[in-house]
């Protein structure tokens, strides 16, 4: 089994795993020389692309994992959603739902149906992988954010105001980003991806009796659809030190921190029958080499060696990032010799 993947069910390691959110993408040159001439929707409609995307940072860098080049709107368009990925903006939403007949006019595609197009690169990546591929998806309250706010949000004031003011339809909407999701991720799992992560990026937004009470089920539901299926489930999230407990009991078999809670504190919170990923700021590897080096020292030491840590950043790689921080972070995660803990 490779250390990813020992890693993930805390099982003893021959050094910590690394991947990074992100990896694949703006800040490596062979990607950006792609660009020039293929959109991201491009690359994604042509497994052979989305590959050789996938697989870049595998090459170059040497994590111990593959993150699916895609986008976590795609599978959408399965659901009836008209949108655009704009450079520099994120997503756009032709028509944002405002009222509970845009709930109802939303479908509920049947796995692959999601996202095609997705699914077929899946197939290629995991045929030409040399490491374990990870497929995602987002999740409910992150999505319906999207599909409410109509674009990326500061504040997320339309989507908590359709949640308060609507919270029959909001519920419908979750419900059916759950079961989409779920079908997607299953139909990953078919085709080969070996963990899943899921994407709650502004979960953190949420007040905890909100995120309680109108949300966590749904993202529960996605965990318990995979459940059968034996690969390791991620949670990831970004500002939830406010909410790792509800997170941790949501069901995932990893809880991904961000850089604003101590790897150490956040894992005793979440709980050590779970394994833990993170937490790097991206930030620092806009830094100088030194610190790189003492910033992940000083994550990998606060894991104290305990089986189950997945080196990661906080949230993704930055555009501006150098090649050599990055092979640098990956080499001083690989050459940390730990003293290990019960």
Not at 209 to 224: C, G, P
Not at 258 to 274: A, F, I, N, Q, S
């Given at each position: 089994m490779s250390?990813?993947?020992?890693?993930?069910?805390?099982?003893?390691?021959?050094?910590?795993?690394i991947w990074l959110m992100r990896q694949a993408g703006r800040s490596l040159p062979e990607y950006r020389k792609l660009r020039e001439r293929w959109t991201l929707a491009d690359i994604v409609a042509q497994p052979e692309l989305c590959a050789e995307v996938t697989?870049?940072?595998?090459?170059?860098?040497?994590?111990?994992?593959?993150?699916?080049?895609?986008d976590i709107m795609l599978p959408l368009q399965g659901m009836g959603v008209d949108f655009q990925l704009v450079e520099n903006v994120g997503p756009v939403i032709?028509?944002?739902?405002?009222?509970?007949?845009?709930?109802?006019?939303?479908?509920?595609?049947?796995?692959?149906?999601?996202?095609p197009q997705v699914i077929a690169a899946v197939?290629?990546?995991v045929a030409e992988s040399p490491v374990p591929v990870i497929g995602f998806?987002?999740?409910p309250f992150t999505l319906a954010s999207y599909l409410i706010e109509g674009r990326p949000s500061r504040d997320f004031a339309?989507?908590?105001?359709?949640m308060f003011t609507e919270p029959q339809a909001f519920e419908l909407l979750l419900d059916k980003l759950a079961r989409t999701m779920a079908g997607y991720l299953q139909a990953q799992v078919a085709a080969g991806v070996q963990a899943v992560q899921v994407f709650d990026s502004w979960v953190g937004a949420l007040a905890p009796?909100?995120?309680?009470?109108?949300?966590?089920?749904?993202?529960?539901?996605?965990?318990?659809s995979l459940a059968p299926l034996g690969v390791p489930r991620i949670h990831f999230g970004t500002d939830t030190a406010g909410l790792l407990e509800p997170i941790a009991q949501s069901g995932p078999d990893?809880?991904?921190?961000?850089?604003?809670?101590?790897?150490?504190?956040?894992?005793?919170?979440?709980?050590?029958?779970?394994?833990i990923q993170g937490n790097l700021d991206p930030a620092v590897l806009l830094g100088p080499a030194d610190l790189v080096r003492d910033r992940a020292r000083d994550v990998l030491r606060r894991a104290g060696g305990r089986a189950g840590h997945i080196f990661n950043l906080g949230h993704g790689v930055l555009p501006d990032t150098t090649v050599a921080n990055l092979q640098l972070l990956v080499e001083t995660v690989h050459s940390w010799v730990p003293a290990h803990v019960a």
């Open positions: 250390r990813f993947l020992s890693a993930a069910r805390r099982k003893p390691v021959d050094v910590t795993p697989l870049q940072p595998v090459r170059r860098l040497g994590v111990d994992a593959a993150v699916m080049f895609a032709a028509h944002p739902i405002a009222t509970p007949a845009d709930v109802e006019r939303l479908g509920v595609p049947d796995g692959e149906e999601a996202a197939r290629q990546v998806s987002g999740a339309r989507v908590k105001a359709f009796e909100d995120y309680e009470s109108r949300v966590v089920k749904h993202t529960r539901a996605i965990f318990e990893v809880v991904s921190l961000d850089w604003r809670v101590p790897l150490d504190e956040g894992w005793r919170r979440v709980g050590h029958t779970r394994a």
